[in-house]
């Protein structure tokens, strides 16, 4: 199949061809007719499928066509409204629009917190055809009488799942209440939970479905590898992986915001270039980071999991799980980010002794055992005991010798988690009725994650 045999408008061939892409992938083959044919969608895609270009390449070419017929009259209203869950991933979605839209004459712009309102105001004032938002910041401009949204043709809900575990619901509502009723609706996600369904029971009109497969949990052409190492070698491990393999564009994953500061420093130290990027991080130096680190200039971004949510980078070669996360999902997540769209990509997790509950979740989500390997001159001690992992005021208790005692803790990032965009909620610390945050069993046998109660 071609972009050329699902009948996209020429400009938006040519700026498919200069992208590089030759054809397109399954979700997209399957979402692009859909929306152009009209009518409602839920869509189960994650990140890395191409679901971006599934949903604004179909956009852009009925917005195109309805401007040709229309002309562009004295106001702009704004008849496309995207909304995302998090600052990197509203960019993210910004710039692909702008590409695949660059020979046409829409005007996009992204509003999230964190910066000022102001030039947010200008632009929109301006005249906007597409407008990418989180939720938080759209509602300051909706309060403000800033944006108007009465004019929305087209609405898209772009990784629902992580909105809701973010927190979002009540906003998202908010949102909804002040759109206009007539309008094609859009919701994807990662995952179908009950209360993703109950979102779209909502938000949409008898939809078409569509699901591709969750690629990263079958995904081959990510190598996954498990290094077992004791807790205080992790970092001189890393760093010797790092240069003795020559790996460049290394995205590590660590718990804790902190953790991914002091693990900065002592890269830096070794003359790995590095920097982290994490909620308590300024927009400013988020987007430094990310564009030195796809520039090359930069070796390794250190990242915690909400920040690196939505990084898009084009066949990242290397994600190291320094840290492994509570929450088996995550790890999912945070292996999609390599191997994208056929590329090889490489995962590979450091694990003390700690963690090794946590790795035994994840091999339980993902079905298959991981591959270890001690590397010479890191072999773990034999005798160590698994200790209790800090997480801002929890403990968790992920070592495999601890589990059956309960107590185990999950759900959530908790109290380190990433600022959420634009509206500064975090995620829960714990679900209620659940002591101590403590993961249902179901989540661990791969069910869809659900949101907060
Ligand atoms: P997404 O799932 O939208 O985050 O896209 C994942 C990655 O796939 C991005 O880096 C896109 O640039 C890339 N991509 C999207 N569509 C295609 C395609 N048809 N062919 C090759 N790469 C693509």
Known sequence: MSFESLG???????????????????????????????????????????????????????????LEKNGAGAK?????????????????????????????PLRSLVIFGGVGMNPQIDALRRGVDILVATPGRLLDHHQQGTVDLSQVEYFVL??????????????????????????????????FSDDIKALAERLLDHPKVIEVARRNATADTIGQKVFPVDRDKKKELLTHLIKSNDWHQVLVFTRMKHGANRLVEFLNKQGVTAMAIHGNKSQSARTKALSEFKSGELQALVATDIAARGIDIDQLPHVVNYELPNVPEDYVHRIGRTGRAGAEGE??????????????????????????????????????????????????????????????????????APRAAGNGQQRPSSRPGQPGGRRPQQQAQGKPRSARP
Do not use: W
């Not at 061939?13 to 992208?19: G, M, Q, S």
């Not at 909304?83 to 692909?96: I, Y």
């Not at 991981?370 to 890191?378: A, H, K, L, Q, T």
């Not at 773990?380 to 209790?388: L, S, Y």
């Open 8 to 66: 996209l408008i020429p400009p938006l061939l040519k700026a498919i061809h200069e992208v590089g892409y030759t054809e397109p992938t399954p979700i997209q083959a399957q979402a692009i007719p859909a929306v152009l044919s009209g009518g409602d969608l839920l869509a189960g895609a994650q990140t890395g499928t191409g679901k971006t270009a599934g949903f604004t390449l179909p956009l852009l070419h009925k917005l195109a066509l309805q």
């Open 76 to 104: 702009r209203p704004v008849r496309a409204l995207i909304l995302t869950p998090t600052r990197e991933l509203a960019a993210q979605v910004e710039e692909c629009v702008r590409s695949y839209g660059k020979y046409l």
């Open 158 to 191: 772009d990784e629902a799942d992580r909105m809701l575990d973010m927190g979002f619901i009540h906003d998202i509502r908010r949102v909804l209440a002040v759109l206009p009723k007539q309008k094609q609706s859009l919701l994807f996600s990662a995952t």
């Open 347 to 416: 995962a590979v997790s450091l694990v003390c002794i700690d963690e090794e509950g946590f790795l035994a979740d994840i091999e339980k989500l993902i079905k298959r055992s991981i591959p270890r390997e001690v590397v010479s001159g890191f072999e773990p001690d034999p005798n160590a005991k698994a200790e209790p992992i800090q997480l801002g005021r929890r403990v968790l208790h992920g070592g495999a010798t601890q589990r059956s005692g309960g107590g185990r803790s999950g759900g959530g990032q908790g109290n380190n």
